[in-house]
């Protein structure tokens, strides 16, 4: 049975094209042909080449057929000397997801902003967990796995994206939450994250911050493995964040995606900088190598929302050394502190510019990772414009939306001070009766007679 989810009425009679080169993949995964000539222009081609009438062997465009697919996995060539490295991986994310032209206000002379938009790589599955996830869950499945444990905050973007992905592929996920002592033992409620967690049968248990910090994550995850092993169970553990040296191949993956899409000459030629928000450190760890292997030989700027900078540089150090490169993060990344007040708390100042930015280009940040390496970057650029003047930059928006409820006391002032919200003149629409009159077909209808419309 194909569930389909209809396409917009302007789509549905285009077509579009593969070159020789991708011919044969694009066959593989797109079954349905044919031969009827596209007559909307906003059709999206596929070939690299000129589109015309004689271009051969027109397919429809079906997306990504290969969804939860179990795939083959190569390395890129510039990475072929790292071992051990994986062979296999999930299609999870909508990759690749798109790079575009980012005018943020006030940046210094002749600096160019561009954002990678891993925010866009799912709906329920979205941001940069995905990527991790792909190589992480073809592990657990591989070793015969049944169910899945990881832990986080309890509005964890990771814990969120792990459970759905282990509920598509058919693994239970279990969820450690880390919450206020206040709270922990109640109800935890259905804000941002926990409304998918718990709509999709996510199993969770609560810990403090205080037992958090107490016992650690890695023996909270080992209790309950252990408690689940003896029910029967075959659980598969991931850390924080999916943050180890085989999550980590999820970004370096990314920076072959990145160069292919710079070769492709649709966006930016040349990265002079990568920037993102770090929280757990395989995010950096992966861009970090991709981009000292390969050609691209991006200055990469992780902006630290916990812990600090010397922490990072230790715990990037073992990802690098457990993916089998040898030498220090330092000489890869350059690890900032972007945390603030604290993680997960935030600043005024911190959503002020997420508004800013949201009102000037649309796109709007999550409060706890993005959001604050956003205001960290744009405060460095101010205090040191020189450094930046004329450097293309890559921002890696790695998602996090959901968080953005949790924080709704905070913005709301915010919104409201914009004045944008009104009521409707609708007199000016509805021939409203006028006192004294009453009318049982008029919207009014119900309202006691001789008091008049009602509605204005």
């Given amino acids: 049975i194909v569930f389909v989810f209809a396409q917009p009425e302007y789509l549905q009679d285009c077509i579009v094209y593969a070159t020789a080169a991708n011919k044969a993949q694009t066959a593989r995964n797109n079954p349905l042909h044919t031969n009827k000539p596209c007559s909307k222009t906003s059709a999206r081609v596929l070939a690299t080449g000129a589109r015309s009438d004689k271009s051969p062997e027109p397919i429809v465009d079906i997306g990504s057929s290969n969804m939860l697919s179990l795939e083959k996995y190569a390395a890129p060539n510039w990475a072929k000397q790292l071992s051990p490295s994986p062979t296999e991986k999930y299609s999870l994310g909508q990759l690749p997801t798109p790079i575009h032209r980012w005018d943020i206000p006030g940046l210094p002379d002749g600096c160019e902003m561009w954002i990678k938009r891993d925010d866009l790589s799912g709906m329920q599955l979205s941001g940069n967990k995905v990527r991790k996830l792909e190589f992480l869950l073809a592990e657990a499945k591989a070793q015969g796995c049944d169910c899945v444990i990881t832990i986080g905050g309890v509005q964890s973007n990771h814990c969120r994206a792990t459970a759905v992905a282990a509920k598509y592929l058919g693994l239970e996920p279990y969820l450690i939450l880390r919450t206020e002592k206040k709270e922990v033992d109640l109800d935890p409620g259905l804000v941002g994250n926990l409304l998918v967690e718990r709509l999709i049968g996510a199993k969770i248990e609560l810990v403090t911050r205080q037992e958090y910090v107490a016992a650690g994550s890695v023996a909270l995850g080992e209790n309950l493995k252990a408690r689940l092993e003896a029910l029967g169970r075959r659980p598969y553990v991931i850390p924080v964040g999916g943050s180890n040296a085989l999550g980590s191949w999820g970004y370096l993956q990314a920076v072959a995606e990145i160069e292919a899409q710079l070769a492709s000459g ?174 049982e077909q008029h919207p009014c209808s119900g309202i006691v007679k001789d008091k008049g419309c009602q509605i204005m």
């Avoid at 630290?304 to 715990?315: I, L, Q, T």
């Avoid at 935030?346 to 510019?353: G, I, Q, V, Y």
């Avoid at 709007?364 to 990772?369: E, F, G, N, R």
């Avoid at 001070?417 to 009453?438: A, H, I, M, T």
């Fill in 266 to 439: 649709h966006a930016l030629e040349k990265v002079d900088d990568i920037v993102l928000a770090c929280g757990s450190g395989g995010t950096a760890a992966g861009l970090a190598l991709g981009s000292h292997l390969s050609g691209m030989k991006a200055v990469v700027h992780a902006y630290g929302v916990c812990d600090s900078p010397a922490y990072f540089y230790d715990y990037i150090d073992g990802l690098l050394k457990d993916m089998g490169y040898e030498g220090p993060a330092e000489e890869l990344v350059r690890c900032k502190q972007a945390k603030g007040a604290a993680y997960a708390v935030s600043r005024a100042e911190e959503l002020a510019t997420t508004q800013r930015v949201a009102l000037a280009t649309g796109v709007v940040m999550d409060p706890v990772y993005s959001g604050k390496a956003l205001h960290s970057l744009l405060q460095d650029m101010k205090a040191n414009p020189k450094a930046w003047e004329g450097r293309k930059v890559l921002f890696v928006h790695t998602g996090g939306l959901l968080g953005m409820y949790d924080k709704v006391d905070q913005l709301q002032p915010l919104v409201e001070g914009l004045g944008n919200v009104s009521r409707f003149p609708v007199g000016g629409v509805l021939d409203c009766p006028k006192e004294g009159d009453y009318d």
